[in-house]
């Protein structure tokens, strides 16, 4: 049953996701395509990961009632997917235009 809140969230992640691909629109070359899809996988195998262990949480609390363990499994994964999406906005700006600037001040010869 943990996976139950994957499935009902998954909509969501979709829309999230599907935002930070699209925007900004420019500059958009092969290190962002890369950079932004390695975030979106590892967004999404985190919230997994975290989903599975709030769940556990949930059914070695005695005295939390069933629907804890759905409500914690939500909880873990949407905060693992927005802490990696946040991360992702955070550092894509300051390490592409690094690796952009690096490009450019190759000779060209």
Not at 9 to 20: A, D, E, I, K
Not at 42 to 51: D, E, G, K
Not at 77 to 85: H, I, N, S
């Amino acid at each position: 049953m943990a996976w139950l809140s994957l499935l009902l969230f998954l909509p969501w992640f979709v829309l999230l996701g599907t935002l930070y691909w699209l925007f900004p629109r420019q500059p958009r070359g092969t290190a962002r395509r890369v950079f932004d899809g390695a975030a979106l996988v590892l967004a999404f195998v985190l919230s997994i990961l975290a989903m599975l262990w709030g769940h556990h949480i949930g059914v070695v609390q005695n005295d939390a009632g069933p629907i804890w363990r759905q409500v914690l499994a939500v909880l873990y994964a949407y905060g693992a997917f927005l802490a990696v999406m946040v991360a992702a906005v955070l550092l894509r700006g300051p390490l592409l235009s690094a690796t952009a600037t690096k490009a450019a001040s190759k000779p060209l010869h």
